[in-house]
Nanobody, 127 residues
Framework: VQLQASGGGLVQAGGSLRLSCATS????????AGWFRQAPGKDREFVAS????????YYADSAKGRFTISRDNAKNTVYLQMNSLKPEDTAVYYC?????????????????????WGKGTQVTVSQ
């Protein structure tokens, strides 16, 4: 499975961005997916996850109420809609895929359970 994240960019605080994670290779619909981020000098941080069929989502506290993860398995794409962005959201955002079982709330915040990772996309939020 190959993952490619896109949609990052420079946005002012309070603005919005939608990240996309396009997948190829094996059918992505059998994988749960997650978004992680890493800011300079900081450890990788969990952002959100979604079950393979899209009915279960899980968010980091920092993302709750502002970010929405979704997926379109027909398009083999996972999305992260980010609203009300803050400067502290500045980071490289990575998408990941893994097998966690059907209709499961994926609470793996370490990333160790994910099998596939894409290259990141830079998100920069200015004051």
């Amino acid at each position: 499975v190959q993952l490619q994240a896109s949609g990052g960019g420079l946005v002012q605080a309070g603005g919005s961005l939608r990240l996309s994670c396009a997948t190829s290779g094996r059918t992505v619909s059998s994988f749960a997916a997650g978004w992680f981020r890493q800011a300079p000098g900081k450890d990788r941080e969990f952002v959100a996850s979604i079950s393979w069929n899209g009915d279960k989502t899980y968010y980091a506290d920092s993302a709750k109420g502002r970010f929405t993860i979704s997926r379109d398995n027909a398009k083999n794409t996972v999305y992260l809609q980010m609203n009300s962005l803050k400067p502290e959201d500045t980071a490289v955002y990575y998408c990941a895929a893994g097998i966690f079982g059907p209709s499961t709330v994926v609470t793996d915040t370490t990333g160790r359970g994910y099998d596939y990772w894409g290259k990141g996309t830079q998100v920069t939020v200015s004051q």
